[in-house]
């Protein structure tokens, strides 16, 4: 079975990536490139060898695009995303869905109207020592969990490399938790659910159109708290996590980048399971021949759920 993809946007640092991907398919077929800026539109589409149509409604309306790939900035994706689901279009997008759960759940409703098979880019939650806490966490290893605390952070704004469309409000929403907060956003909620409180502390270190330095923190009903760390500005500081239990704790990356847990005995370094395919690569086997996508609209609903709640309490 062949998969007519079109490519919406090449606003997304990431965009390059998953289009290679599309490319790279044997089942799928990049057919038509839609993005606002022309000229950046045009040279996406001779790359890739295929129609660049300035006009949204109308790639919709083309008989050869079964699926979109949504990479436009964050503030379109609520028009682009429902309309694609209207014209009953297969979607996959980059994070985060929208800038709030009202908008969020527009979206959502389009999608579970239309019935086609979405996903939005989750890729921490393919990671096998994720894919293990999850499994871990589940099973109560470390008994019932009250604080769990996640690092994300790296030196795009120091050194220079992150695109200066990533400081945009309007477009971007946010600043460093919007984009790389992402990650710990939606690692969390998988985890621990939705919060009930929660408190941010945003600052500017080398920008001041958005936070580029970060910090959130969530409460939920059990008296658990987790935390949500991120930055821009942050030079050879590696990931963290920390998740604590009443039986146990789990550790994972810092220096040495390794996973252990424990649970009285001493220090477990565990044996992982087999990683899952990038988003990308499961959305179009999805497609093609019917496959699994563990992360659905309701996620996507939950990341923009908990991006709301650090924005809107900011301290």
Known sequence: MMVNVALIGT????????????????N??????????????????EKYACDYEPDYEKVLARAD????????????????????????????TEKVL?????DALEVADAVKKSGVKFCISYPWRSRSDFLWIKSALDEKLIGEVNYLRMRNAHNGTVAGWLPQTFYDPKTCGGGAMMDLGAHSMYFIHWL??????????FTNVRVSSVEDNAVSVFTYPNGAIAVSETAFVAQNNPFELEIVGDKGTI????????????????????NLPKRLPEPIDMWMDALVSGGDIPYTIDDAVALSYMMELAYGNRI
């Open 11 to 26: 606003w997304h640092v990431h965009f390059s990536g998953y289009a290679n991907a599309v490319a790279a398919n044997p």
């Open 28 to 45: 799928c077929k990049i057919t038509v490139l839609w993005d606002p800026d022309e000229a950046a539109g045009r040279k996406a589409a």
């Open 65 to 92: 695009v079964d699926a979109v790939m949504v990479c436009s900035s964050t503030d379109q994706h609520k028009a682009l995303i429902t309309r694609a689901a209207q014209a009953g279009k297969h979607i996959f």
């Open 98 to 102: 929208c800038f709030t759960k009202k």
């Open 192 to 201: 621990m659910g939705d919060p009930v409180s929660c408190a941010s502390a």
């Open 251 to 270: 550790l994972a990356g810092g220096v040495f980048d390794r996973l252990c847990y424990n649970v009285g005995d001493g220090w477990v370094f565990p």
